[in-house]
């Protein structure tokens, strides 16, 4: 059994959070979801398991702090095996290649231990797929886990294998082509549920380190 954290961010997709969280505990997972607050409006939290979710209201205790609060995104950092961010869409996308870190997800993104994997699953309109800031964020990611010199003039669906190809710890699964939510048809609907459970797995099976307890 590994333990893992599924970062959930504010794309349609993330109506598919409690199926890709049972999924994940059916494969023998521990799953604890830390979510954006646009995140919130596409699913019921009611609909995982008690204790589960963590979000930007549960990052700190209390009214104020006080020395000895845990601090939640580096006590999930600590816990998590791997880091699932399923979906991730075009907003936190830029936030994870640039370093911000303004909510709980990108504050575990920030702080999180580079021998430890992590699979990202983007999900966003076509066009905001193929805009150019998102080849330029995805590669930038690749290079920060090794996969350098990935030639920018490759088709899509090469330099994502490229990137998966090079990089040690990272795996992206790529978007699909289907009808989104907004009524277009291509590419940028987030993958199945269980290709990203085979992705969280086949990093996990990689030798990565195993987190604290």
Known sequence: MSRVLLGVTGSVAATRTPALVAALLAAGHE??????????????????????????????????????????????RGWAEVFAVAPVDANTLAKLAVGLCDNALTCVWRAWDATRPVVLAP???????????????????????????????????????????????????PPVVKELACGDTGTGAMAEVPDIVAAVEAMLAGGSAAGDR
């Open 31 to 76: 799953v604890k979801v830390v979510a954006t607050t646009p995140a919130l409006y596409f699913f019921d939290a009611d609909a995982l398991p008690p204790g589960t979710l963590h979000t930007d209201a549960t990052e700190w205790p209390g009214d104020r702090y006080a020395r000895g609060d845990a601090v939640q995104h580096v006590v999930l």
């Open 123 to 173: 999900a966003m309109n076509t066009l905001m797929w193929q805009h150019p800031f998102t080849r330029r964020h995805l590669r930038s990611l690749g290079a920060d886990f090794g996969a350098t010199h990935v030639p920018g003039h490759l088709a899509d669906d090469l330099m994502m294998q490229q990137i998966n190809d090079r990089a040690k710890g990272f795996r992206i699964v």
